[in-house]
């Protein structure tokens, strides 16, 4: 799939125009609003970290609506959440995680211990168990938690944590241009100039497959491996490999046929497990661009 054909250039200037919408409605969430465009084409999952009230959900939730035929199964966890009130056939409007598209969880580490050990096959493999194996549609899922993770969080939850390849803190407004600002936005409308539909994202995912990756990214991304190991900040064979498609679909949205030094600095959310992780990665990752 060539990149300068008209299909993929008409889906990424409307993405850029919906972007932009999102950016005018949302104050200082750019990064945000990035982070889970990459999440959605690349396939893969994000924790938005925070506390309530700071457009977590609002702006996937208008993202979402942005894109025609995607099913969003919105829940928020309890301390007494069965794996089963997830599943379809037990929801009123029956989209469950089992036939939905984007899952947004809230409070996601809420919920009990065995609840969450069974969306690890759920995350990992889409495939749910009911009782016997069935493939599911699910193309990312989106938690979100106001609780940080440090050296002392459970290990037993780092399997399941390791599963988001994207991790963001979302911080308030801090500006007081853009605190101004927000205090005077209106409600967001519920008509949109730009859309999307299902087939413009299969259109991306697709052709982010065939983004080229030099081999002097593959030695950067060594050089910062060895170099967050001297830190003590280790990072799975699994994530490093679910990294590559991430700078592929960056270098994608940025209109590349193949990745450069630059798409590599989308990782830094991508690197960390515990908060105190975040400074080395940052410095490392910043040394080794330049």
Not at 60 to 82: A, E, W
Not at 172 to 200: A, C, H, M, Q, W
Request: with cysteine; charged share 30%.
């Amino acid at each position: 799939m060539q990149l300068n054909s008209i299909k993929i250039k008409s889906v990424l200037d409307k993405l850029s125009d919906i972007k932009k919408s999102l950016n005018s409605g949302f104050l200082e969430r750019k990064e945000v609003i990035d982070m889970i465009i990459l999440a959605i084409i690349s396939k893969k999952h994000s924790i938005l970290i925070g506390g309530p009230g700071l457009a977590k959900t609002a702006i996937l939730k208008s993202l979402v609506r942005r894109i025609y035929g995607l099913k969003l199964f919105d829940f928020q966890m309890t301390p007494s959440t069965d794996i089963n009130e997830l599943i379809s056939e037990n929801i009123k409007n029956k989209i469950g995680i089992d036939n939905c598209d984007i899952a947004l969880i809230d409070e996601f580490f809420k919920a009990p211990y065995v609840t969450l050990n069974s969306l690890l096959a759920i995350m990992n493999e889409r495939i749910i168990y009911d009782p016997e194996p069935r493939d599911i549609p699910l193309v990312s899922l989106f938690a979100t938690s106001n609780e940080k993770p440090d050296k002392s969080s459970d290990a037993d939850l780092l399997p399941l944590y390791d599963r988001f390849l994207f991790r963001k803190e979302i911080l308030p407004v801090r500006s007081k241009e853009n605190f101004k600002k927000l205090l005077g936005l209106k409600d967001e409308l519920k008509i949109y100039e730009t859309s999307l539909n299902r087939e413009d994202i299969n259109t991306l995912i697709s052709a982010s497959d065939t983004i080229i990756i030099p081999d002097r990214i593959f030695d950067t991304l060594y050089e910062i491996r060895e170099a967050l190991r001297c830190k003590q900040v280790f990072v799975s064979d699994r994530r490093w490999k679910e990294a590559v498609k991430i700078l592929r679909v960056s270098a994608l949205l940025g209109r590349r046929d193949a990745v450069f030094e630059g798409d590599i600095r989308i990782l830094e959310s991508s690197l960390w497990t515990y908060y105190s992780d975040i400074r080395a990665v940052k410095n490392i990752v910043g040394r080794e661009l330049g």
